[in-house]
């Protein structure tokens, strides 16, 4: 609830200071005084717009600051944690206008921007008056409404996860759709650079070795002349090996007389026999090898040029060639598998469209059950607003044009006002009593399906008095019991329904170059409060008759 409000410096007022109770608050006062101001303030604090014309003359700035007292489990309370903002059971919302044109807005101390702001603003307190085009007469709510004085939560939260599944279903299948479109557009060039490389058949660093083997034929015939001159010390009548050989012999066949002296001798020239034969064997192999086609370098010479031409032609190097193969016969088995995938996707759709549908429909069934509720609960308000003539419904049209994640329903209050008269949506009643009584019905049966904490009614009995101005009274302080409600007045029948009431008026102030007219507020009590009812009542000057109609309306209203 709305515990304080402190307004500085804002058009006519330059100092207030309101204590606020629970239950029904009526603000009364002579037409000008500065109601509307007051509910101007407050509207600045809860995020409305705000413009330099709200200073009051003379001043650089104006201030408003509002405290709401909350209880534990209030839905705001989660909105500022996402904020970082903590609220210790009192929340204090300070609004900053200066004459300049911007604005600062603070959370129990903390800056916050204007857009959070007004979302907590619509959280803590409601504002309905005549012309009201946020609350009960915006269309854009009207399904929520409904939905909360249903008990739908569930049922919407159903299709609206039904929703995103469909529309997650649809977006994959036009991804896939778009990629097979761009494949089937491609698909004659990749089937000839794949067949292409198919039949280049590259191999990992294959470009190194026949660059290594290449070189090695072109020197070969050099090469070979080497290994030739090098076999040639293993030849003759003389060779090395023979002379080794018999000294090897004769050595052995002193070695038992040499007692071990001779033993290293011999192993050692036995090592050398046997890897003069290994290298012997080896340059052997190796003139054979040098020993090729010379048509096998004119070969490797075209492989090589045939692989760097197709790393040119692909923009790739050659060690990349094998992994760029490997990317179109990929690409070309996805082609070839496209319509496959193509067909579960669109089966997928159509099953999550189908499942979104029954939910929605589902949704719609319940909305029209809650809407005859509704309508008739509603109906039953209008008679005691002397409003027996006319008719209330809440109009639901339902169409797969309307699918969205909240179903596939628009809904509409809507009203005829007198007998055989069509219905038309609420906010085009021509009468503003007739109006204001339609959605103080409305609010009184739809008070506790998510309302603000605070409902603030502006001037919403204008057009009504006598009988129709109590009964309006008694629906605000039926509202009152649940509900802190503040309402400006100029009914009486309803004034004396409140459990607190305060008076504006507007006073003149001399100060040391000007006069000024400025606004105050006092609480009435008792006769005071008497006094104002009377006030209300008289046609001029306030009479005993009057005072006396006033006692009995307050004594009525205990």
Request: charged letters at 25%; one cysteine or more.
């Amino acid at each position: 609830m709305l515990s304080a409000l402190s307004i500085r410096d804002i058009v006519l007022i330059k100092k207030l200071d309101i204590s606020l109770n629970d239950g029904m608050t009526v603000l009364t006062g002579e037409t000008g005084a500065g109601k509307s101001i007051l509910l101007d303030a407050l509207g600045l604090a809860l995020g409305a717009r705000g413009t330099a014309t709200l200073v009051r003359a003379g001043a650089d700035k104006g201030v408003v600051t509002a405290a709401f007292s909350l209880h534990g489990g209030h839905d705001v309370l989660a909105m500022l944690d996402e904020h970082g903002i903590e609220v210790d059971g009192e929340l204090v919302i300070r609004r900053i206008q200066t004459k300049d044109g911007p604005s600062r807005a603070f959370i129990n101390d903390q800056p916050v921007g204007v857009s959070l702001l007004k979302q907590v603003g619509l959280q803590l307190a409601e504002i309905h008056g005549q012309h009201d085009d946020r609350a009960l007469l915006d269309g854009a709510g009207h399904r929520r409404l409904l939905d909360a004085y249903g008990d739908l939560d569930a049922q919407c939260r159903a299709v609206a996860d039904a929703w995103q599944t469909w529309s997650d279903a649809r977006q994959l299948l036009r991804d896939h759709e778009a990629l097979v479109a761009r494949a089937a557009a491609d698909r004659d060039y990749l089937e000839h650079v794949a067949a292409e490389l198919r039949e280049l058949a590259p191999q990992p660093g294959e470009e190194d070795a026949l660059a290594t083997k290449r070189q090695v034929m072109m020197n070969a015939e050099q090469i070979a002349d080497t290994v030739s001159e090098a076999l040639g010390v293993f030849g003759g009548d003389k060779a090395l090996d023979a002379r080794l050989n018999s000294a090897l012999r004769k050595m052995e066949r002193r070695r038992i007389e040499a007692a071990g002296t001779l033993d290293e001798a011999c192993e050692a020239l036995d090592r050398v026999l046997s890897e003069m034969g290994e290298a012997e064997r080896l340059l052997m192999l190796a003139k054979s090898d040098l020993d090729f086609d010379p048509g096998e370098l004119e070969q490797t010479e075209e492989r090589l040029f045939a692989l760097k031409a197709a790393g040119r032609k692909h923009g790739a190097t050659v060690d990349q060639l094998p992994e760029l193969a490997e990317k179109f016969e990929t690409e070309l088995r996805a082609i070839a598998d496209g319509s496959r995938r193509l067909a579960e996707l669109r089966e997928a759709a159509d099953a999550a469209e189908t499942a979104y549908l029954a939910a929605a429909e589902l949704l719609s069934a319940q909305r029209c059950e809650a809407a005859k509720r509704l309508d008739a609960a509603v109906a039953a308000e209008l008679a005691p607003l002397k409003l027996e003539q006319a008719r209330f419904q809440t109009g639901i049209a339902s169409r797969i044009e309307h699918a969205g994640p909240k179903g596939i329903d628009k809904v509409a209050f809507e009203v005829a006002t007198n007998p055989g008269a069509a219905f038309q949506p609420l906010a085009r009643i021509a009468s503003g009593g007739e109006l204001s009584r339609f959605m103080l019905a409305l609010k009184a049966v739809l008070a506790a399906c998510g309302s603000a904490p605070t409902l603030i009614f502006d001037e919403i009995d204008t057009g009504v008095g006598g009988a129709v101005a109590d009964a309006v009274g008694q629906r605000l302080a039926q509202l009152a019991n649940g509900l802190q409600v503040l309402a400006v007045t100029h009914s009486p029948q309803v004034a004396a329904r409140a459990s607190q009431h305060m008076l504006i008026s507007k006073m003149e102030t001399i100060g040391e170059d000007e006069r000024q007219m400025v606004t105050r507020i006092v609480e009435l009590h008792n006769d005071s409060r008497r006094e104002e009812i009377a006030r209300m009542l008289s046609a001029a000057e306030v009479t005993d008759e009057a005072r006396a109609q006033a006692e009995r309306l307050l004594m009525l209203a205990s």
